[in-house]
C-alpha cells in the first residue's frame, strides 16, 4: 500500500464503521435487523437532522422503524448514501460537540427512476407511516392553503393518478393501493413549518383522491391520520468546511454529513394511537418526541417566534450587510429589533400551550441564534420567501391588525423582503423562489418610489391575501418602513 492511499481516511460505512475514532456515537443496533416501517419524502439536511435522528434511538428498542428515503426529483442524497449504506454523520455543534452515526436510513429512492419501488414500500403492510420534509412549496397549496389545481405537478398527476410526480400524488396513489389490498392506511406526518401542517395536507389528500375516486376519499377522510406537527432544529446546509470538521473527529471520510445545534423538538399532535406490539404506531415519546392535543399552541410560537425573527433577521441582515445569523444577531440594532419584535408584537398573538413560558421561550430561542459554533447563512433563510412570509410574519400582521395594534415593527421584515427581491433582481442574482420569474417582474415594474412600490408588492397574491393588501393600517406601515429601509 502507498503512503498516499494510506493517508486516505476510509469513505464511511458498514465495514468501515467499526473504524470511527473513539467518541464517536455508532448506531445502538444491529442494522441487519431493521425492517422499513416508514417512507419518508424528502430526505433534505433538516430530515436527517431531526426525524432520523429520533427513528435512530427508536430502533434501539424496536427493530421495526428503518426509513425509505424517496427524493421526489434529485438522485444526490441516494448518490452521498448509497457507497455508505445508507449511514451518515451527524454533527452537533454547540456548547458541546457531538459526533454521531445515524443508521436509520435503510433504503433510499429516487421517485422519478423508479417509482414501482416507491410504490411497492407505500403499500408494503410494514409501512405504518409517512413523513415529509419537502419544503412549505412541495405541498402544492393556493395562498389561502387549498390544494392548488393549477400548480403544474398537480395538474400532472391529477391527469395521471398512477404516474405521480408531486407527493401528494405519492401519497393518495400509496394510500389507494392500501385500500384496495385491503390494508390500513399509513398515518401521515407532515414535517414542514407550515400553520396547521398535518390538517393542510390531509385537505389537500383528500381533495386530490376525490377526483380519483370518491370512496377512497371517504376511506381516506374517516381512516387515516394526519397529525400536525411542530418540528425544531437549527440545521445549516452542509459545506465543504463541515466535511473536514467530521473527516478529523471521527477518521472516516462523509460525503454528505449533517451538522446541526444540541436542540431539538419535535412536537406531534397525539392521534395516531397507542404504540402496539403489532406495530401500528411508533413509541415516539419514549424517545423524547411530545405528543400533545394542543400542537397548535407550539407550533404557532415556534413559528412566528423563530422561524418569523429568522426571516426577519435574513432579510434586514442581509440588507445591512450580515451573511450569517451570528453576525446579525450580534448587531445591536437587529438583536433589539429581535427582541421588540417578540415581545411587543408577536408574544401578544400567542396563546401559551401548557407548561411554555413564551418570554422564556423567546430568550432561549435569541440564545440559539447566539450559538457560534453554528454558521448559518441569512441567504438560505432567504429562499422562497413567498411561501414563507405567510406563515412567519402574516398571521401575526394579522392578528395585531384584528386587535387594533399597530404594525409598524412587523412591517420591517416585509419591507426588507421586498428590497432584497429588488436588490437580487438588479444584481440579477438567482431568486430561490418558486414565484421567481413574478418578483422578477414585479421588482422590474418598482420605480424606487415607496407607494408605487409597495402596491406592485401587494399586488402579489398568493403572499398577500386580498384582505391584507387593500388594508390602509398596513399599507401606511409598509410605506413607511420600505422607506426607512430604501
Ligand atoms: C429557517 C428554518 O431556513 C429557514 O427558513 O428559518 O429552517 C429554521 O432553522 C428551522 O425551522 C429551525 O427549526
Redesign the pocket.
Known amino acids: 500500500m502507498s503512503a498516499e492511499t494510506l493517508s486516505r481516511p476510509l469513505r464511511l460505512n458498514a465495514v468501515s464503521l467499526a473504524a470511527a475514532l473513539p467518541g464517536v456515537a455508532l448506531p445502538a443496533y444491529d442494522r441487519d435487523r431493521i425492517t422499513v416501517g416508514v417512507v419518508h419524502f424528502g430526505p433534505g439536511a ?1 430530515h436527517r437532522a431531526h426525524q432520523a435522528f429520533y427513528f435512530d434511538r427508536l430502533l434501539a428498542q424496536d427493530p421495526r422503524w428503518g426509513i425509505c428515503a424517496v427524493s421526489l426529483k434529485s438522485p444526490g442524497v441516494r448518490d452521498a448514501l448509497l457507497p455508505q449504506d445508507g449511514l451518515y454523520t451527524l454533527a452537533q455543534l454547540d456548547a458541546e460537540t457531538r459526533f454521531q452515526v445515524v443508521g436509520s436510513i435503510v433504503e433510499v429512492l429516487v421517485a422519478p427512476e423508479d417509482p414501482p419501488a416507491v410504490f411497492a414500500r407505500l403499500a408494503a403492510p410494514m409501512t405504518r407511516m409517512v413523513t415529509l420534509t419537502v419544503t412549505e412549496k412541495g405541498y402544492c397549496l393556493t395562498g389561502d392553503g387549498q390544494l392548488d389545481v393549477a400548480h403544474p405537478d398537480i395538474v400532472h398527476d391529477l391527469a395521471n393518478p398512477r404516474e405521480p410526480v408531486s407527493a401528494v400524488g405519492y401519497i393518495v396513489e400509496g394510500l389507494r393501493r392500501r385500500f384496495m389490498a385491503g390494508l390500513a392506511p399509513y398515518a401521515v406526518v407532515a414535517c414542514d ?1 407550515l400553520a396547521d401542517n398535518g390538517w393542510r395536507l390531509k385537505a389537500a389528500v383528500t381533495a386530490f383522491a376525490q377526483s380519483v375516486d370518491p370512496a377512497l376519499a371517504a376511506w381516506i377522510e374517516a381512516q387515516a391520520r394526519f397529525p400536525r406537527t411542530m ?5 445549516p446546509a452542509t459545506d465543504d468546511a463541515l466535511r473536514a470538521r467530521v473527516e478529523a473527529a471521527t477518521g472516516l471520510a462523509d460525503a454528505w454529513p449533517i451538522q446541526r445545534e444540541a436542540f431539538t423538538q419535535w412536537v406531534v399532535e397525539d392521534v395516531l394511537g397507542p404504540p402496539s406490539a403489532n406495530g401500528d404506531a411508533p413509541d415516539l415519546a419514549s424517545v423524547g418526541v411530545t405528543l400533545t392535543d394542543d400542537v397548535r399552541g407550539f407550533e404557532r410560537a415556534k413559528l412566528r417566534l ?2 418569523g425573527v ?2 426577519t433577521i435574513a432579510y434586514a441582515g442581509l440588507l445591512k450587510g450580515h451573511e450569517t445569523v451570528f453576525e446579525a444577531i450580534s448587531d445591536p440594532d437587529l438583536a433589539r429589533l429581535a427582541e421588540d419584535l417578540m415581545v411587543q408584537d408577536i408574544i401578544p398573538t400567542l396563546t401559551a400551550p401548557r407548561g411554555l413560558d413564551l418570554a422564556a421561550y423567546g430568550q432561549a430561542i435569541l440564545g440559539r441564534f447566539r450559538n457560534p459554533e453554528i454558521r448559518h447563512l441569512l441567504a ?2 432567504a429562499w422562497d420567501g413567498s411561501q ?1 412570509l405567510p406563515f412567519r410574519i402574516l398571521g401575526t400582521v394579522a392578528d395585531a391588525l384584528a386587535a387594533g395594534r399597530p404594525v409598524d415593527r412587523l412591517a420591517l421584515p416585509l419591507a426588507a423582503w421586498m428590497h432584497f427581491v429588488r436588490r437580487r433582481a438588479a444584481e440579477g442574482v438567482t431568486i430561490v423562489d418558486p414565484l421567481a420569474e413574478r418578483l422578477v417582474a414585479t421588482a422590474a415594474a418598482c420605480t424606487g418610489d415607496a407607494a408605487a412600490d409597495v402596491a406592485q408588492f401587494l399586488k402579489l397574491e398568493p403572499v398577500f391575501s386580498r384582505e391584507l393588501a387593500g388594508d390602509a393600517v398596513l399599507v401606511a406601515a409598509l410605506v413607511k418602513a420600505y422607506g426607512e429601509l430604501g
Do not use: E, Y
Open positions: 433538516f413549518n418540528v425544531d432544529s437549527i440545521t423563530l422561524n429568522h426571516s438560505q433563510i414563507k
